[in-house]
């Protein structure tokens, strides 16, 4: 079973830059889907960005956020650029065995972490 634990939220000025982790435990990671998730209190889970067969992003973070993988590390990354107060959210990481129909949705994710806490000031 893989369990998954974040790092690397903080509280950076709009404009900046944050790397978010997700290390993975077990020894099949390569074989999963990995995603990132946010949220804001009172408001849904929101799809951030995802790898499998290849990456996915949400309209709202394509060309500043990059999702990446290391499988010889279990670690995903998910680097932030050109951050803006409306990023502000706890950011999760999820994972699922293989490959899912629709990516963008978290309820296909049977694996989360505790989430980090970014925050962008204005």
């Known amino acids: 079973q893989v369990q998954l634990l974040e790092s690397g939220g903080g509280l950076v000025h709009s404009g900046g830059s944050l790397r978010l982790s997700c290390a993975a435990s077990?020894?099949?990671?390569?074989?999963?889907?990995m995603a990132w998730f946010r949220q804001v209190p009172g408001k849904e889970r929101e799809f951030v960005a995802a790898?499998?067969?290849?990456?996915y992003y949400a309209d709202s973070v394509t060309g500043r956020f990059t999702i990446s993988r290391d499988n010889a590390k279990n670690t995903m990354y998910l680097q932030m650029n050109s951050l803006k107060p409306e990023d502000t959210a706890v950011y999760y990481c999820?994972?699922?065995?293989?490959?899912?129909?629709?990516?963008?949705?978290?309820?296909?994710?049977?694996?989360w972490g505790q989430g980090t806490q970014v925050t962008v000031s204005s």
């Open positions: 999820a994972a699922v065995r293989g490959r899912v129909a629709l990516i963008y949705r978290g309820s296909e994710y049977d694996l």
């Open positions: 077990g020894r099949t990671f390569s074989t999963y889907t």
């Open positions: 790898s499998g067969d290849r990456t």
